[in-house]
């Protein structure tokens, strides 16, 4: 088991930047691969970014590549998503997630095995 909690959402003008934490419990958290989805109003909850257990390994939603960053700090159990140049439409509830083993970086939120219960990003225009 797994727990996940995320802070650091808000509320920021367009072309601002957050940072997103997420912590996580438990032990070996190295050997769990970690990813970050956001969900917007009547949408889907999609993919945005993942990170392999080392952290050596990245992937990216396109709308998000060359403005945002994943990265890991495993001695502190916490996952980071650096969001620069934020857009309007990158408004959403936005989630962490864990899923194993740690190099394994599926985009379908339905692989993922644990999730946190989100925190909000808005940008206004």
């Known amino acids: 088991q797994v727990q996940l909690v995320e802070s650091g959402g808000g509320l920021v003008q367009a072309g601002g930047s957050l940072r997103l934490s997420c912590v996580a419990s438990?032990?070996?958290?190295?050997?769990?691969?970690m990813g970050w989805f956001r969900q917007a109003p009547g949408k889907e909850r999609e993919f945005v970014a993942s990170?392999?257990?080392?952290?050596?390994?990245?992937k990216y939603a396109n709308p998000v590549k060359g403005r945002f960053t994943i990265s890991r700090d495993n001695a502190k159990n916490t996952v980071y998503l650096q969001m620069n140049n934020l857009k309007p439409e990158d408004t959403a509830l936005y989630y962490c997630a864990s899923n194993s083993p740690w190099y394994s970086l599926p985009l379908s939120p339905g692989e993922y095995d644990f999730w946190g219960q989100g925190t909000q990003v808005t940008v206004s225009s």
């Open positions: 990170i392999s257990g080392t952290g050596t390994t990245t």
């Open positions: 438990g032990r070996a958290f190295s050997s769990y691969a």
